[in-house]
Structure formats: structure tokens, C-alpha cells
């Protein structure tokens, strides 16, 4: 192909063509990977309001496909400056070592995230819901109303806390390991399992306790 280009061109542009050709290869790729990348993240976009996924999962997608895309296309562009593909290939299987040991490490963080994604589209229970976290299914534990569902945690109103507005913030991996008891929205929790609310009256009740015994007031 350079001797027909050679052909056509000018004596002068000759020795330019080693760098024009290779340049223009590269350009083309590096447009090529923003068009694809454009149209994937069009593709998923319009699936996620397709099939209501939620919007939070939307980020991490798009930023996977995005260096796939982009590392794909910066090793083609290295092939055509000339780096062989052994180097390449050496390059690779160190990089996807490097990787997986930092997919180990970072194992109970991607444990989340990918709970978070089987929350988002299994539904095993929605914000609303009331929901109680067991070892077993006679033993007591976590429960509250799901006020938030993100990445990492489930955030819990806490309905056994003798004060109100306290969260429970639980590990979305942890909930897949326990049994889980749901109330759908709109469901009334037992009260048996709900913890006592003082009294509002305490003025009320102080008094009555100080009276004596056999007094009655209007």
C-alpha cells in the first residue's frame, strides 16, 4: 500500500509517509472507539429505561465499558506504531495478573456491588418495606423500614431502637447470607416485634404516680 501511495505522491512527501500513514490509522481508531463507546452507553441507556434499571448501576457500567472500549483502541494504536504483539501480550497477562490480585483483595467491596446489582433487578424487597434480617428463623435480628438502597450498604430505619431516627446501615452481601422476613409497603408489622414507645405524657404519669392512693382527679 506505501508503494502505490508513493506512486501517487510527490517525490518530497516520501519520507513523511512512515509518519503520515501510521497517524492517520491511529485517528481513525481513537474515532472509531469514541463512535462505539457513544453507542454503547445509547444501547444501555435505553435499556435501563426499558427494563427500569435502577440509576446507579448505570455509572459503574458505563465506566467498564469505557476503558474496554479505550484499552482496546490503545492497543490497537500501539500495533500500529510498531510494538510487537508478544510485547503486547506479555504487557496483558501482567496487567490481568495485577488484576486479579486486586479483584482478591478487593473481593468484599465487589461482593456488594454485585449483591447491590441482584437487589436491583431480583427485588427481594423495594425501599418501603419493612424487613427483618435472621441467623435463623426463631432468632431475632436486624429489623426496620428500607429507607435507602445503594452500591455497598442497605440503609434501615431502626424500628426496635427506643429512640427515633436511628439507621442501620447493613452490608448488601450480608443480607444474601441471612434469612430474610419482609413487609411489603402498606403491611403493618407486628407489634410484638416493635420496641415499646415511652410515654408522652410524662407529666401526667409522674402525677398520678404521686398521688395517694384512693385520690381521683376530674
Known sequence: MLE???????????????????????????????LLQHLVRRIIRRASDHYQFPHELLTPINGVVRWLILGGAGLLALERLGV?????????TSFAAVGAVAFFAAW???????CAFLIFTVGPFRV??????????????????????????????DATAPEPGSLLQIPNALIFQRVLRRWPAGVPVPQGKLHP?????????????????????P
Open 108 to 114: 468484599s467491596v465487589l461482593s456488594n456491588l454485585f
Open 4 to 34: 502505490r501511495l508513493k506512486t501517487l505522491l510527490p517525490p518530497w512527501m516520501h519520507d513523511w509517509l512512515d509518519i503520515i500513514v501510521p497517524g492517520v490509522q491511529i485517528a481513525l481508531i481513537v474515532l472509531a472507539a469514541l
Open 84 to 92: 510487537s504483539a508478544a510485547v503486547l501480550w506479555t504487557a496483558f
Open 128 to 157: 418501603g418495606d419493612h424487613i427483618e434480617l435472621l441467623d435463623t428463623a426463631e432468632k431475632p435480628g436486624a429489623l426496620g423500614r428500607v429507607v435507602d438502597i445503594n452500591l455497598l450498604y442497605t440503609t434501615l430505619e
Open 197 to 217: 414507645v415511652p410515654p408522652s405524657g410524662g407529666a401526667a404519669t409522674t402525677e398520678s404516680a404521686a398521688a395517694p392512693k384512693g385520690a381521683s382527679f
